[in-house]
């Protein structure tokens, strides 16, 4: 998986590029969105296997997960706009998926589970893969993890907002 740190960027990102009235709670809960499918971590202590698809990088990685979990925030918070909310809870959430898919580690993501089982990388898989836990993050290894995340997703991010802000401004957004 990317850190917490990766995912959390592209959230904010999607949710200043697709929402133009910048709504907080929009912003935070797509932040949240990018790191909610990790939670899945938790079944290890209940023995869940990693393969399972209820295990790490399964049904919480899925395109399913990210469309019903859209469709919930949609329709209990989304009051106003609410299909630039289910787009950028969408597009936030599926971006974790999309993101651990191009780690390099662990054993793929389950985009399509309930209905096929297969795990998937893409394949570019220059993303360090980051270790579970806070104390393994703040290693040697978590350095690398932060280094391939700055290169790869948070100069990205940084080039995308700057882009849109450039545009609003000649605009006058």
């Known amino acids: 998986m990317a850190s917490v740190f990766g995912h959390g960027i592209v959230?904010?990102?999607l949710a200043k590029v697709i929402d133009k009235h910048h709504a907080k709670w929009l912003i935070?809960?797509?932040v949240l969105s990018t790191i909610l499918p990790d939670f899945d971590v938790i079944g290890f202590k209940f023995g869940i296997p990693y393969a399972h698809p209820m295990g790490h990088r399964g049904f919480s990685h899925s395109?399913?997960?990210s469309v019903v979990w859209a469709f919930i925030l949609?329709?209990?918070?989304?009051?106003k706009n609410k299909g630039v909310w289910f787009l950028v809870i969408f597009l936030s959430t599926l971006s974790h998926g999309l993101l651990d898919a191009m780690t390099s580690g662990g054993e793929g993501v389950g985009f399509l589970i309930p209905f096929d089982n297969s795990r998937f990388f893409f394949p570019f898989r220059?993303?360090?893969v980051s270790p579970i836990g806070v104390e393994a993050f703040f290693s040697e290894w978590g350095m690398r993890v932060l280094f391939s995340e700055f290169k790869y997703i948070f100069i990205p991010s940084f080039l995308i907002l700057a882009v849109r802000f450039l545009?609003?401004?000649t605009k006058n957004i």
């Open 63 to 65: 395109i399913l997960f």
């Open 28 to 30: 935070i809960l797509a």
């Open 167 to 169: 545009i609003c401004r």
């Open 126 to 128: 220059g993303v360090q």
């Open 11 to 13: 959230g904010f990102t």
């Open 74 to 79: 949609m329709m209990t918070l989304g009051r």
